[in-house]
């Protein structure tokens, strides 16, 4: 995260502020703000997305390239990710100082992606035991300003939703190789199935309260902080703690569904602002760094 030095009094008067369930910015506890999310704005990619929430700004880009399956899961895909954080978006990542932080959000995204019910990655299978499909999602922080990891959770998911991987015509075994025939036309291809992809609800606890998408300064406040990956269903596939602080059974409880209700409602908003989107066709505007 990006660390704002702030005062004793500053730190009082947002705890003040979340007590009273009015934060600095106006927002209540469970309210996120405003997020710019846009789709297909880069060429060179089978996926991408653009997310701007705050002073937060994230692209993704999904690429797509045949690989062997694992042994023990023979019919389904591969899925990887990588996060790099720019040298620009805060001071603190200059050098090797954003590593650690990249490793970690990257190490939530496997963590979240992990559960068989997030997403079906036997969609991604060519031929069993043979080839399938690999995604590479490639993560760049470009501006950090507070609630890293449900930034980068939404982008991940609407790059998904738009990622395109080429159709396969054909794909056999010719003397224990596989040969696979992918179609000539560009256009052809076919949309991944992202129903169950999961967003990421970072519960910041401040206080006696918790709240969603903390800023800098919400952050700087804060004792302890739960990322609960929730998917559309409700169905919860990862809980990560962070932070020195510690909580007892039944506010560990109370967190989680606070953060399941705000997952359910994240995941339905961003799935009907795709599809707005996917309506506009190609004659929609693309903005990508013009603002």
Same mark, same amino acid.
Not at 60 to 88: M, W
Not at 137 to 160: M, R, S, Y
Not at 241 to 247: P, T, V
């Given at each position: 995260?990006?660390?704002?030095?702030?005062?004793?009094?500053?730190?009082?008067?947002?705890?003040?502020?979340?007590?009273?369930?009015?934060?600095?910015?106006?927002?209540?506890?469970?309210?996120?703000?405003?997020? $710019?999310?846009?789709?297909? !704005?880069? @060429?060179?990619?089978?996926? %991408?997305?653009? /997310?701007?929430?705050? #002073?937060?700004?994230? &692209?993704?880009?999904?690429?797509?390239?045949?690989?062997?399956?694992?042994?023990?899961?023979?019919?389904?895909?591969?899925?990887?990710?990588?996060?790099?954080?720019?040298?620009?978006?805060?001071?603190?990542?200059?050098?090797?100082?954003?590593?650690?932080?990249?490793?970690?959000?990257?190490?939530?995204?496997?963590?979240?992606?992990?559960?068989?019910?997030?997403?079906?990655?036997?969609?991604?299978?060519?031929?069993?035991?043979?080839?399938?499909?690999?995604?590479?999602?490639?993560?760049?922080?470009?501006?950090?300003?507070?609630?890293?990891?449900?930034?980068?959770?939404?982008?991940?998911?609407?790059?998904?939703?738009?990622?395109?991987?080429?159709?396969?015509?054909?794909?056999?075994?010719?003397?224990? $190789?596989?040969?696979?025939? !992918?179609? @000539?036309?560009?256009?052809? %291809?076919?949309? /991944?199935?992202?129903? #169950?992809?999961?967003? &990421?609800?970072?519960?910041?606890?401040?206080?006696?309260?918790?709240?969603?998408?903390?800023?800098?300064?919400?952050?700087?406040?804060?004792?302890?902080?739960?990322?609960?990956?929730?998917?559309?269903?409700?169905?919860?596939?990862?809980?990560?703690?962070?932070?020195?602080?510690?909580?007892?059974?039944?506010?560990?409880?109370?967190?989680?569904?606070?953060?399941?209700?705000?997952?359910?409602?994240?995941?339905?908003?961003?799935?009907?602002?795709?599809?707005?989107?996917?309506?506009?066709?190609?004659?929609?505007?693309?903005?990508?760094?013009?603002?």
């Amino acid at each position: 995260m990006a660390e704002v030095p702030l005062s004793l009094a500053e730190k009082t008067f947002i705890l003040h502020g979340v007590d009273a369930n009015f934060r600095n910015d106006g927002r209540s506890r469970t309210d996120y703000r405003c997020m $710019e999310l846009e789709t297909k !704005l880069m @060429d060179q990619v089978h996926g %991408s997305a653009r /997310l701007r929430i705050g #002073n937060t700004d994230i &692209l993704v880009g999904v690429k797509v390239e045949i690989d062997t399956p694992y042994p023990d899961s023979p019919n389904e895909g591969k899925i990887e990710f990588f996060v790099d954080c720019s040298a620009n978006a805060t001071p603190s990542f200059e050098g090797k100082g954003g590593e650690d932080l990249a490793n970690e959000i990257s190490n939530v995204l496997a963590l979240a992606y992990q559960s068989p019910h997030a997403m079906n990655l036997s969609q991604l299978s060519i031929l069993p035991h043979k080839k399938c499909w690999k995604l590479y999602v490639d993560i760049l922080i470009l501006e950090c300003g507070g609630n890293l990891f449900d930034a980068v959770a939404v982008a991940v998911k609407a790059a998904l939703y738009s990622t395109e991987i080429p159709k396969v015509k054909g794909a056999m075994l010719d003397g224990g $190789e596989a040969d696979i025939v !992918l179609s @000539d036309d560009i256009y052809e %291809s076919e949309k /991944l199935d992202t129903t #169950n992809c999961p967003v &990421l609800v970072t519960l910041c606890k401040i206080g006696d309260n918790c709240v969603v998408d903390p800023s800098s300064e919400e952050e700087m406040c804060s004792s302890a902080n739960i990322v609960v990956s929730v998917m559309p269903n409700g169905r919860i596939s990862s809980i990560v703690k962070m932070g020195y602080g510690s909580l007892q059974p039944a506010t560990l409880s109370k967190i989680l569904k606070m953060g399941t209700s705000v997952g359910i409602d994240l995941n339905n908003g961003i799935l009907s602002a795709l599809k707005s989107e996917d309506k506009l066709g190609a004659n929609r505007e693309i903005v990508g760094f013009l603002r």
